[in-house]
C-alpha cells in the first residue's frame, strides 16, 4: 500500500511538472532573427491524395535537414533551403511505403532527396506569408507557392534552444514531377501541409 502511495506521489508529482511549463509564445513580433537549423525530429512533410476517389488518403516524409535564415523585421531577407530523404516515405501499409520508393514512383535509389529552396517572402499580415520557392522532387525542379503561418516561439524546456515553428500549406500536381503512375486513378493532386521546427544555432 505505501508502495503504491507512493507511485502515485511521483506520478502526480511529473504531471505538475509538466503542466507548469507553458506552450511557446504565438508572438512573431517577438521572435529572435538569426540563423536556424532544422529540427529533424519535429519536422514532418504530410501529403494527401485521393485514392480511388473513395478517399484522402495521407503519408509522411521525415528526417529533414537544411537552414533557415531569419530577420522578422524584413522578411524578403528571410530564406529556407530544406532537403528530405524521399525513402523516410511512411504510411499505414509498410507494403505500399516499399512500392512509393520504387522506380515505378518517387524512386528513392535514383533521387533520393526532394528539396525546397525559397526565392521570395512575402508577408501577409502580422503571423503570416506566402513562400515561393523552388521544389525538386523525382529529378524535376518545378516553382510553388507555401502558405505559411507562424506556430510559435521561444525556448525549448526539454533542451533549452530556442526554437521556432511554422505550418506550410501547399499542392502540386504529382505528374507536373514526373510521378505518373495510376493518374488518374490516383489523385494527381498532392496536398502538402509541412509541419517545421527550427532551433538557433
Not at 103 to 129: N, R
Amino acid at each position: 500500500m505505501k508502495t503504491h502511495l507512493l507511485s502515485l506521489a511521483f506520478a502526480i508529482s511529473l504531471v505538475g511538472s509538466a503542466s507548469a511549463e507553458a506552450p511557446a509564445p504565438h508572438d512573431a513580433s517577438k521572435v529572435e532573427a538569426g540563423t536556424y537549423a532544422v529540427d529533424p525530429y519535429h519536422t514532418q512533410v504530410a501529403f494527401t491524395l485521393s485514392h480511388l476517389g473513395f478517399s484522402n488518403y495521407t503519408g509522411v516524409f521525415s528526417g529533414a535537414s537544411g537552414e533557415l535564415t531569419l530577420d522578422p523585421k524584413a522578411a524578403n531577407k528571410s530564406s529556407l533551403k530544406v532537403s528530405v530523404p524521399v525513402k523516410s516515405v511512411m504510411t499505414t501499409s509498410a507494403k505500399l511505403d516499399e512500392e512509393l520508393k520504387s522506380a515505378q514512383w518517387i524512386d528513392a535509389t535514383q533521387f533520393p532527396d526532394m528539396t525546397f529552396v525559397s526565392t521570395k517572402v512575402v508577408l501577409e499580415g502580422k503571423d503570416k506569408a506566402k513562400v515561393s520557392g523552388d521544389l525538386t522532387l523525382h529529378g524535376v525542379t518545378k516553382p510553388i507557392v507555401l502558405d505559411v503561418a507562424f506556430i510559435g516561439a521561444g525556448t525549448n524546456p526539454m533542451n533549452k534552444k530556442y526554437t521556432v515553428g511554422f505550418e506550410a500549406k501547399g499542392e502540386i500536381k504529382r505528374s507536373d514531377f514526373g510521378v505518373k503512375t495510376y493518374v488518374p486513378l490516383i489523385g494527381d493532386a498532392l496536398h502538402l501541409t509541412i509541419a517545421g521546427a527550427f532551433e538557433k544555432k
